[in-house]
């Protein structure tokens, strides 16, 4: 992957969106958003209580950018300036250009096309600027909202991973999803 890619932060432009670096001004609105049972039911955690966990979140995502193992967006309206998800990338393949998205809006911003807007935007720089080959997500069966999303982005469904993971102290089994460099632009002309 283009690791040149990780010397600043890239702030990316869409419609009607802003997608730029989380910091630690942003600790109301991340807190806001992980401490919201509806926006985290499929997260794979319970939702957070404290601003302490919020600020682990956002080193987090500060320390898995420096270190070239992660990025994430703030999801900001260009409106009014509102912090309302986050959306990014993590588990990086460098051997083989592989990387699985992630995102999360707060569900008043729910079903309005503002992430259909910041996927097909971080997903076509992470083809382009990143050289990224395949992108996964992987997702609750039951989570049918973020399964029609990920299928307007071109997504495709590859398979059932039993009991994959152990979030809220039970097995849970996911979904797995993908798209190859080459399907994403025979599909899409989006550009930013």
């Known amino acids: 992957m283009n690791e040149c890619m990780f010397e600043s ?22 807190f ?19 601003y302490d966990r919020a600020l682990w979140f956002i080193e987090r995502y500060r ?6 193992r992660m990025i994430r967006w703030a999801i900001v309206l260009k409106e009014n300036h509102q912090l309302i998800g986050t959306c990014g990338f993590h588990s990086f393949n460098d051997y083989t250009n592989k990387i699985e998205v992630g ?11 503002y992430m259909t807007e910041a996927l097909n935007t971080i997903i076509d720089w992470a083809f382009l600027k990143l050289g990224a080959h395949r992108i996964e997500a992987m997702i609750y069966p ?8 990920i299928k307007k982005c071109g997504f495709t469904y590859e398979g059932l991973l039993r009991d994959y993971a152990f979030f809220r102290n039970q097995y849970t089994s ?13 599909k899409n002309t989006h550009s930013w």
């Open 9 to 30: 932060f890239p702030i990316l432009h869409t419609s009607k969106l802003i997608l730029r670096e989380i910091d630690y001004r942003d600790i109301k609105d991340i």
């Open 32 to 50: 806001n958003i992980l401490s919201d049972e509806i926006s985290m039911t499929y997260y794979g955690m319970y939702p957070i209580a404290t």
């Open 63 to 68: 320390l898995g950018f420096e270190e070239k």
């Open 103 to 113: 995102y999360e809006l707060h569900h008043d911003y729910h079903r309005m096309g």
């Open 142 to 149: 039951e989570n049918n909202a973020s399964i029609q999303l």
């Open 174 to 186: 996911l979904e797995l999803y993908s798209i190859l460099e080459g399907e994403y632009f025979e």
